[in-house]
């Protein structure tokens, strides 16, 4: 069965610093993975998306890696703003296409 | 990409009584799901929602307290039924458009059963 684990469960910074949010999955046979959003109350808002084959996504300010045989997944945040302040989830969809797993995700705090 | 609609965004409600929420895509899409988020927690999985068909339910969740409705392949509904306070949290509905097995989801609906 498919598990996902994120670190750190919290992370507080000062405006401006680059940040590293990590993604740990056990089973390698994803056929994707995607970085969500979620502000408080919320719903959640796809930020990017690594298909299984690909090592890398970037969008402005934000990049994640994928390395599939070792099971992890990074986001980075360039130059973290207070804006940036969210919880941020990963999910793994399986190899059939079916079933998405969720991260417990890391909630992000940028202090100005 | 989809544009899901999800309402009613927030609810306060007895205990007993029961609450349906409506999610609204504006595409066709086979697959929807419907999530629930405990205060504090991740997305746990409740049933996968397929137009045409009963809806999937995960290990933990039955048809009688939370019934779905798929009258068609943009619409669905997740009824919460006979609450407790121990329902209450944020419910998402999210779907898959296009089979691109990219989820995106509704603003989700926050209940609270007092």
Known sequence: KQEVTQIPAALSVPEGENLVLNCSFTDSAIYNLQWFRQDPGKGLTSLLLIQSSQREQTSGRLNASLDKSSGRSTLYIAASQPGDSATYLCAVLDNYGQNFVFGPGTRLSVLP | ?114
């Open chain 2, 1 to 114: 990409s989809a544009v899901i609609s999800q309402k009613p965004s927030r609810d306060i409600c007895q205990r007993g009584t029961s609450l349906t929420i409506q999610c609204q895509v504006d595409s066709q899409v086979t697959m929807m799901f419907w999530y629930r988020q405990q205060p504090g927690q991740s997305l746990t999985l409740i049933a996968t929602a397929n137009q045409g068909s009963e809806a999937t339910y995960e290990s933990g969740f039955v048809i009688d307290k939370f019934p779905i409705s798929r009258p068609n392949l943009t619409f669905s509904t997740l009824t919460v039924s006979n609450m407790s306070p121990e329902d209450s949290s944020i419910y998402l509905c999210s779907a898959n458009p296009s089979g691109a097995n990219v989820l995106t989801f509704g603003a989700g609906s926050r209940l609270t059963v007092l």
